[in-house]
């Protein structure tokens, strides 16, 4: 066991995805996942294992923000072995976004000091893993969803009163979150796989947004373009 998350060596499979929220976990281990069995309560930070069309995954809720994901994605590939990771949450679109679109981040610019703490001050530029990245898009469109591809931001604030959110979408920025910048370098550090796909939730300029309910239940299309990532 880790310090987090209460597996024991073979709990975990190879492939897992990350929703924040804890409840979503379930959600999707309920749904999803065929004979699911939970192998984390542990802060109610909930994890499960299970199989899709004979794969085997894990989905481990991960809470809000940089330090709080970056706690389990390091026991999640240190200590569990976890190859490939693949965040499904919410984010803020900017403009050219819906709400219910789903954004598929190639790469996360941040005010986060993660990646600066962990380069020695260098302002380095994490990136999702292709493979991934190309997969999820020829789910997206088989599917024909609305989807975006690009960049994101992750950003330390939710509540943020100055002019970062202006700047950030006069440079083409798609969705604000709060975590893919620091799983996104810690994938690079671990020589592991990563992608974020997100559903838009709220729309930033306007204040239009889903419920919470939907937030924890809904956004079933986000979920099938991740497995289709992962194993198609």
């Known amino acids: 066991m880790s310090i987090h998350i209460a597996a024991q060596p073979g709990d975990i499979a190879d492939t897992i995805l990350l929703p924040g929220d804890p409840l979503r976990a379930q959600w999707i281990a309920e749904n999803f996942l065929e004979s699911p069995v939970r192998y984390n309560t542990v802060r109610n930070m909930f994890g499960f294992t299970g199989t899709y069309e004979g794969n085997r995954v894990s989905v481990q809720g991960t809470g809000m923000g940089v330090?709080?994901?970056s706690i389990y994605v390091n026991e999640l590939f240190r200590d569990y072995g976890v190859q490939t990771a693949i965040r499904v949450g919410t984010c803020g679109g900017l403009a050219g976004t819906q709400l219910r679109d789903v954004v598929i981040a190639m790469t996360s610019s941040t005010d986060s000091g993660t990646n600066r703490?962990?380069?020695?001050?260098?302002?380095?530029?994490p990136v999702a893993n292709y493979e991934l990245l190309e997969k999820a898009v020829q789910?997206?469109?088989?599917?024909?969803?609305?989807?975006h591809v690009g960049g994101i931001a992750t950003m330390d604030l939710f509540y943020d009163?100055?002019?970062?959110?202006?700047?950030?979408?006069?440079?083409?920025v798609l969705a604000l979150?709060?975590?893919?910048?620091?799983?996104?370098?810690?994938?690079?550090?671990?020589?592991?796989?990563?992608?974020?796909?997100?559903?838009?939730?709220?729309m930033v300029a306007t204040h239009e947004?889903?419920?919470?309910?939907?937030?924890?239940?809904g956004f079933r299309a986000m979920v099938k373009v991740a497995l289709d990532a992962a194993f198609n």
């Open 161 to 172: 009163d100055s002019n970062a959110v202006q700047v950030l979408e006069s440079l083409g």
């Open 177 to 202: 979150e709060m975590e893919t910048s620091g799983l996104y370098t810690l994938a690079a550090k671990y020589r592991r796989r990563a992608l974020t796909i997100c559903t838009v939730s709220d």
């Open 117 to 125: 703490r962990m380069t020695g001050g260098l302002d380095y530029a």
């Open 139 to 147: 789910s997206a469109r088989t599917q024909d969803l609305n989807f």
């Open 209 to 217: 947004a889903t419920d919470s309910q939907e937030r924890e239940q």
């Open 67 to 69: 330090p709080s994901l």
